[in-house]
């Protein structure tokens, strides 16, 4: 007997907004999360995310672009807004870097030097230096996007099991035997969206994700108004053995968090961890991004006022594996910036699951 058209393994982003898709579609979904429903442990939770179409890849700025208006949809229908417009500045090699591929997709953008940053805005940046101001950019409020998009997803029709992991995947001819520690499901396709948990999952399926999952370190400081202020992307990484750390970073970050202050990290600095560990804040990843952080804020008081970790599962160029294995279609990973693509990572994984569903 069939029990669903469809489960989705894992109710982070990529999940719901795979469900979402598929639901609308017609589909029946059955959403199967292993802890509760907007949980800490895993990659979607906090109140804020960056949204930005500025990338260095003309494929990721035509994704975001299409995620925009995926997410104004889901504004329109919600009638609450999930990205609040306060634009994106990029520093350094990232300015030069983004600014030919938006000009090549024809985007709007600016190259300003940092006299006029510092005179526009309460940030910090040395006369000279170039940096780029996108601005669509902005910030997700990534607490209530998760939610809404979960309520439009069960208002859909998905049916949402909590508390309940997934054990096993067993692929059959005309139908995937889906087995959870309480239960046992089958459908005729199955969604792998579980996170830093995929890689093992798929490898007991007998299917190969080459993912690492790292623990990246979060750090919150008080900031009046920061809302009101672009998001930050900054290549000024620091020496990792000067400042007591296991990885250098790829580049800092920050943005508002509502109700908090400011948000910010040095992205890709954390260990390779099993999902399952606990883990920790890093005190020297926080000591840096209190560094870095005091430098491009003036009014920022630069001792933190909180921390949290957050599980990034990473492919070596920090592309997306969406990919179909028989009945079973992968949704992982996104290397960490995979929140803002949500509207279009789920049609593209409900498209790929149509053709996993309709196979002979």
Not at 28 to 43: A, K, N, Y
Not at 150 to 177: C, F, K, M, N, Y
């Amino acid at each position: 007997m069939i029990d669903a058209d469809v489960v989705v393994v894992g109710a982070g982003i990529t999940g719901v907004a795979t469900a979402r898709a598929l639901a609308r579609a017609g589909r029946g979904v059955i959403l199967i999360e292993q802890f509760g429903l907007g949980h800490t442990q895993g990659s979607s939770h906090g109140a804020s995310r960056i949204f930005r179409l500025s990338h260095p890849e003309t494929h990721f700025i035509r994704m975001a672009q299409d995620a925009l208006l995926g997410w104004r949809e889901l504004e329109a229908e919600c009638g609450e807004q999930l990205i609040v417009p306060n634009g994106g500045l990029d520093f350094g090699s990232v300015a030069l870097e983004n600014a030919p591929a938006l000009a090549a997709s024809g985007v709007p953008h600016e190259l300003l030097t940092g006299a006029e940053v510092a005179g526009r805005w309460p940030i910090a940046a040395e006369p000279h230096e170039q940096v780029l101001f996108q601005a669509d950019g902005g910030t997700i409020l990534s607490d209530l996007a998760h939610s809404v998009m979960l309520a439009a997803a069960v208002d859909s029709g998905t049916v949402v099991l909590e508390h309940q992991r997934v054990t096993g995947i067993e692929q059959g001819p005309s139908s995937v035997r889906i087995r959870t520690d309480g239960d046992e499901i089958t459908a005729r396709a199955c969604v792998v969206a579980a996170g830093a948990w995929a890689g093992l999952l798929l490898h007991e399926a007998g299917i190969e994700l080459a993912v690492t999952p790292t623990r990246e370190t979060i750090t919150y400081f008080g900031l009046p108004d920061a809302l009101a202020l672009p998001t930050v992307i900054d290549d000024a990484v620091p020496d990792a053995n000067e400042h007591g750390l296991l990885r250098q970073g790829r580049i800092n970050y920050s943005l508002a968090a509502p109700g908090v202050g400011l948000k910010a990290g040095l992205h890709h600095s954390g260990p390779s961890v099993d999902a399952d560990d606990p883990g920790i804040p890093d005190p020297a990843v926080m000591r840096w991004v209190s560094i870095w952080a005091a430098r491009r804020y003036p009014e920022l008081d630069p001792e933190p006022i909180g921390s949290e970790t957050c599980l990034y599962t990473n492919t070596p160029d920090e592309s997306f594996v969406l990919e179909r294995h028989g009945r079973v279609v992968v949704a992982s990973a996104c290397s960490g910036h995979g929140f803002k693509f949500a509207p279009y990572l789920g049609r593209e994984i409900a498209a790929l699951t149509d053709d996993a569903v309709s196979a002979a």
